[in-house]
């Protein structure tokens, strides 16, 4: 029993949700390989050699990967995937998009956004936006699975020595091409990968008071900048920042909550935080009931306080 974790990578480096999808892939047993597609992505290939518990990374180069086109990194994995019991994504935009090509390719069923390995065959994934967890067993051949980073352990990123084996790259499929990026340039953390997120609610009025408050306490503590789904909705903040069950899915050491009333969709995205604080002024707010700190105020005031107290 093998199982292959598709790397998630910039061409030079390992993203890490990679190696929370490697931790995944450990827990259902057997060895574990890694497929780095890349465009002169030698040097992640080596990274991921070093990745504990990995025993071979599977590199395939060539122009088509450059850009992780679906349709190209679909085919390499389809290529191999005879030689694997498992086939894991993490749950990011790019794994949720090549993931659902492989199962279908594969005639199986795909186990979605999973949170626990039960067995090699059992896993628990969470339902109805997280308010209920289901366990899912599988009798297919190959199983192909997305990985929610945030409910696994990363693995270490050093101290495995993986041997590299170069493969023939799957041909251009000809269905897609990369015209062109537009990337937001942010001197702050990755929301997926912060260890501190302040985000904001639809409580702050206005963009520019969104701005206004939840700007400095960032800059305080270091942390990246989220928001809710109303926050976004009203153009308060970019849709980038959105968190939750429609945004992105965090979990970092703390998570701070200004305004947010806490609905169910916006809770699914953050519930797993080590340490969760939120700031409102309404008591009956559900967000006080995942909160291991709530404060009870109006953040106009509490947020500007809490700024000259750190």
């Known amino acids: 029993m093998t199982s292959l974790v598709i ?35 030698g040097a992640a290939a080596a990274q991921a050699a070093q990745i504990a518990g990995v025993s071979k990374v599977i590199h395939a180069d060539g122009a088509q990967f450059a850009h992780g086109l679906a349709e190209n990194v679909a085919a390499q994995v389809l290529a191999i995937a005879g030689a694997y019991s498992h086939i894991l994504f993490p749950a990011t935009a790019g794994g949720k998009n090549v993931a659902p090509r492989v199962a279908a390719k594969l005639d199986v069923a795909q186990i979605s956004d999973i949170t626990k390995v039960e067995a090699a065959d059992t896993f628990e994934r969470p339902i109805y936006a997280g308010n209920a967890m289901a ?13 929610r980073t945030t409910g696994f352990d990363p693995a270490a990123a050093t101290g495995g020595s993986a041997a590299v084996e170069t493969v023939a790259g799957a041909a251009d499929s000809g269905k897609s091409s990369f015209l062109g990026s537009e990337i937001a340039k942010n001197d702050r953390p990755d929301l997926t990968a912060a260890k501190i997120i ?24 270091g942390a990246a900048i989220g928001a ?3 926050a976004v909705d009203a153009g308060y903040a970019a849709n980038d920042l959105q968190v939750g069950q429609t945004g992105k899915i965090v979990a970092p050491q703390l998570y701070i909550a200004a305004g947010i009333s806490g609905a169910i969709q916006h809770l699914a995205g953050m519930k797993d935080s080590k340490v969760i604080v939120a700031i409102n002024k309404d008591p009956e707010a559900p967000i006080f009931s995942v909160a291991d700190y709530g404060l ?8 500007p306080e809490l700024v000259k107290a750190i």
């Open 135 to 147: 366990i899912v067993q599988s009798a297919d051949a190959t199983k192909v699975i997305t990985v």
């Open 198 to 221: 302040v985000s904001g609610g639809r409580a702050l009025g206005s963009a520019e008071k969104f701005n206004e408050v939840m700007t400095p306490l960032a800059d305080k503590l």
């Open 7 to 41: 790397a998630e990578h910039d061409n030079t480096s390992i993203k890490g949700a990679t190696l929370n999808t490697v931790t995944a892939a450990l827990a259902c047993g057997g060895d574990v390989h890694v497929l780095v597609a890349g465009a002169n992505a």
């Open 228 to 230: 809710s789904r109303a």
């Open 296 to 303: 009870e105020a109006d953040l106009f005031v509490a947020v």
